[in-house]
């Protein structure tokens, strides 16, 4: 007897054939299993349905014509397994309508009757190649997830805890949510999250900023149109609805939305169905709408700048994200988070933080919160002479926080506490506007006045950050 150990063999990839026609089944299962496939064959889409609830298949081969219920009930059978087999569609009646059909509906090739032998391993190979690819990446996200905070949220304070409880729960339901808070916590993050948590994860994830479209521009760039809608419109285009269908559409920076769109919006989320411009035909759709903003959006329905109606629609859920001030020990967290990023990246050595630039950083008030938090840490692994990033290497508006109060203790935000930079003699805090306003004038310095640079670093559009300077946008 050997006394090599015996490894295991990899099992064979499973694939179901459903064809009606008894040679043909005969001749593809016999392929198929020659190619290494271990193969399952049944006559009909109602068999079909039975040995898929009973078995996972890696691949389903279905022709298109069955007797009853046809081929695109099979595909709909297969696309509710998870995780989904890989698919192939077969007929004898192939038309460029029906390829385009069957792939919509979410299969993977599509072959003419009667098959090539040879093509058909081909495309058998390819798609549980690719099947078998798309899991190793599902599975590995999975870890990375739970080794890397949530969907790439990092965060063990109580306030990220519970915000990640609420999008776990928020995600099992499929009404519009609105996510609110300051500019720079995250809001793309949460939706993504919302949607990689839901059962629309399979599904497409489409986000658009609001602020970042021409107004005359943002119809067509949602809705889509057909060809000759406007001047300049050669062809016909799929909107971001459309793309988004089966899945998520994020709208950033929704109180940017012009008010003509917002009715748009409005009666699409009631009625399910978008009309392209220059269309007579509406198009149904099926969209989880998330929306963002950083802004209050009550002011804007006081000032007629914000649909009062859209807003409770879009608000069935809500989400609103903690500052970074909130967060406790989170940013010492990300902050070494980030200067491993920066390491990795550029190939530097992996910088750590001094007693004292820890310190700093959590007295500091970070009006521009994780994305601020980032582009710190950026600059510090850039300028820091050597391994560990002192109070010299963070910008003075940082380190003036241990300037003015130097006996200060990591994570000491409670009410009473010593006064961190920016509240007055009389130790009453900024309020919220003024911190704003000081730290834009900080960004504006910081890019000598290019207000277009400016407006990219705090994450908010170009006409916004006139308005927050009360100028007129010169364009």
Excluded at 212 to 225: M, N, Y
Excluded at 282 to 310: K, M, N, S, W, Y
Excluded at 443 to 456: F, I, S, T
Aim: charged fraction near 30%; aromatic fraction near 6%; proline fraction near 5%.
């Amino acid at each position: 007897m050997s006394s090599k150990a015996q490894v295991p063999a990899t099992p064979p990839e499973s694939v179901l054939v459903v064809e009606d026609d008894r040679g043909h089944r005969e001749l593809l299962t016999e392929e198929l299993t020659e190619a290494g496939y271990a193969v399952t064959a049944v006559a009909s889409a109602e068999d079909a349905a039975r040995v898929l609830a009973q078995q996972a298949f890696s691949l389903v081969v279905s022709d298109l014509r069955l007797p009853g219920a046809d081929g695109f009930q099979v595909l709909q059978e297969a696309r509710a397994r998870v995780p989904a087999p890989g698919f192939i569609m077969l007929t004898g009646f192939g038309t460029i309508d029906q390829a385009v059909a069957a792939l919509k509906a979410g299969a993977d090739d599509f072959l003419t009757k009667p098959v090539d032998l040879d093509h058909l391993r081909l495309a058998a190979d390819r798609v549980t190649e690719a099947r078998r690819l798309k899991d190793e990446v599902r599975r590995y996200r999975e870890v990375l997830a739970q080794a890397d905070g949530f969907h790439g949220m990092q965060g063990r304070s109580p306030a990220m805890l519970q915000l990640f409880d609420l999008i776990r729960r928020i995600a099992a339901a499929d009404g519009s949510v609105l996510i609110t808070g300051e500019s720079g916590t995250g809001k793309e993050l949460v939706a993504r999250a919302l949607h990689a948590e839901s059962e629309r994860a399979g599904g497409p994830f489409v986000a658009i900023n609001c602020a970042g479209i021409p107004e005359a521009l943002l119809e067509s760039e949602l809705l889509g149109h057909v060809a000759g809608a406007f001047s300049g419109a050669k062809g016909a285009r799929r909107g971001l609805f459309t793309e988004a269908d089966g899945g998520t559409l994020f709208l950033d920076e929704i109180a940017e939305m012009p008010v003509a769109m917002q009715s748009k919006l409005l009666r699409l989320l009631q009625d399910g169905r978008v009309r392209p411009v220059g269309a007579n035909e509406e198009i149904a759709t099926d969209v989880r709408i998330v929306a963002a903003t950083h802004q209050d959006l009550q002011a804007h329905i006081a000032d007629g700048r914000f649909r009062e109606d859209l807003y409770y629609r879009l608000e069935t859920f809500r989400i609103e994200i903690p500052p970074l001030r909130e967060r406790g020990d989170d940013i010492e967290r990300l902050a070494l988070q980030f200067l491993r990023q920066q390491a990795l990246a550029r190939d530097l050595p992996e910088r750590r933080l001094s007693p004292e630039a820890l310190r700093a950083l959590v007295r500091y008030p970070f009006p521009g919160n994780v994305r601020e938090l980032a582009s710190l840490m950026e600059r510090a692994a850039t300028l820091a002479a050597g391994e560990v990033i002192e109070t010299r290497d963070l910008p003075e508006r940082v380190f003036e926080a241990l300037a003015e109060d130097p006996g200060g203790t990591t994570g000491d935000r409670a009410e009473g506490a010593t006064p961190v930079p920016g509240m007055g003699d009389d130790g009453q805090w900024p309020t919220l506007e003024e911190r704003e306003r000081d730290y834009i004038r900080r960004v504006l310095e910081h890019v000598d006045g290019n207000k277009q640079r400016a407006a990219r670093i705090l994450g908010i559009g170009r006409k916004t950050l006139y308005r927050k300077l009360g100028e007129s946008d010169p364009s």
